[in-house]
């Protein structure tokens, strides 16, 4: 691992920010709030139908990369799954609901405990960062103004602006590009090891894996990381 990169990509989601605490939470405040005391169903077991119907849809690829960029339609068209799979038929009351929950949770994303203050070290030391992240335009495009993220980096590659998205190589080449970096020379950061570690393995570039829960490097692991991290600010050192 080379100690003193010329440059670094980071990933946002899963790495910078933090988008799933609070996320059964959020669905569980979200079912309670709508649910019509008319309904043979606690709110808990809606929200056990959801959690189903959530792991379905994100299980598939097609159905994934279809709805990271339609985020509010997928919540949407997960609800109504949902909603069909204990016979209700309220599709209106379905689609509020998960407007509700996408707000929610929306205003929950936070950075990680010292992601912001590893940012601005490594802008401190005069290090160019890109940020490459997944997702549809408006979405994502909020995240970063939201937590303010544009102020380090020299680059912002978000998928539904630039037209593709990790893993292709083409995001991370431009990337490179852009900071003027050859991928020997660079690092990159992220939590998923498909489309983060593996495509940049790849490109030779040296990758540093978030792996937060600790769980370890699967037996069946697209590719291996340089490094592994519990979280970015166990890089600045």
């Given at each position: 691992?080379?100690?003193?990169?010329?440059?670094?990509?980071?990933?946002?989601?899963?790495?910078?920010?933090?988008?799933?605490?609070?996320?059964?939470?959020?669905?569980?405040?979200?079912?309670?709030?709508?649910?019509?005391?008319?309904?043979?169903?606690?709110?808990?077991?809606?929200?056990?139908?959801?959690?189903?119907?959530?792991?379905?849809?994100?299980?598939?690829?097609?159905?994934?990369?279809?709805?990271?960029?339609?985020?509010?339609?997928?919540?949407?068209?997960?609800?109504?799954?949902?909603?069909?799979?204990?016979?209700?038929?309220?599709?209106?009351?379905?689609?509020?609901?998960?407007?509700?929950?996408?707000?929610?949770?929306?205003?929950?994303?936070?950075?990680?405990?010292?992601?912001?203050?590893?940012?601005?070290?490594?802008?401190?030391?005069?290090?160019?960062?890109?940020?490459?992240?997944?997702?549809?335009?408006?979405?994502?495009?909020?995240?970063?103004?939201?937590?303010?993220?544009?102020?380090?980096?020299?680059?912002?590659?978000?998928?539904g602006e630039f037209g593709v998205g990790k893993p292709d190589e083409r995001v991370f080449r431009h990337a490179l590009a852009a900071v003027g970096c050859d991928p020997e020379a660079a690092w990159m950061v992220g939590d998923s090891l498909e489309a983060d570690i593996a495509p940049a393995v790849a490109l030779g570039i040296h990758t540093v894996w978030v792996d937060e829960t600790g769980a370890g490097l699967p037996a069946r692991?697209?590719?291996?990381?340089?490094?592994?991290?519990?979280?970015?600010?166990?890089?600045?050192?």
């Amino acid at each position: 691992m080379i100690h003193q990169p010329e440059a670094i990509l980071f990933d946002m989601d899963g790495t910078i920010l933090d988008w799933t605490t609070g996320m059964e939470e959020s669905w569980l405040e979200s079912c309670e709030k709508h649910h019509d005391p008319s309904w043979p169903h606690a709110p808990a077991r809606l929200h056990d139908a959801i959690r189903a119907r959530r792991t379905w849809f994100w299980s598939d690829a097609a159905r994934a990369a279809r709805g990271r960029m339609d985020l509010d339609g997928a919540s949407r068209e997960i609800v109504r799954h949902a909603f069909a799979d204990l016979g209700l038929d309220a599709a209106d009351v379905a689609h509020d609901l998960a407007d509700y929950y996408r707000a929610l949770r929306s205003a929950a994303i936070a950075p990680y405990p010292g992601a912001i203050e590893t940012l601005a070290a490594f802008r401190e030391r005069g290090i160019p960062l890109a940020l490459i992240t997944n997702g549809e335009a408006r979405n994502q495009r909020r995240s970063v103004v939201q937590h303010q993220l544009e102020r380090f980096f020299d680059c912002i590659v978000i998928e539904g602006e630039f037209g593709v998205g990790k893993p292709d190589e083409r995001v991370f080449r431009h990337a490179l590009a852009a900071v003027g970096c050859d991928p020997e020379a660079a690092w990159m950061v992220g939590d998923s090891l498909e489309a983060d570690i593996a495509p940049a393995v790849a490109l030779g570039i040296h990758t540093v894996w978030v792996d937060e829960t600790g769980a370890g490097l699967p037996a069946r692991a697209p590719a291996r990381p340089h490094r592994i991290v519990r979280a970015i600010s166990e890089l600045v050192g």
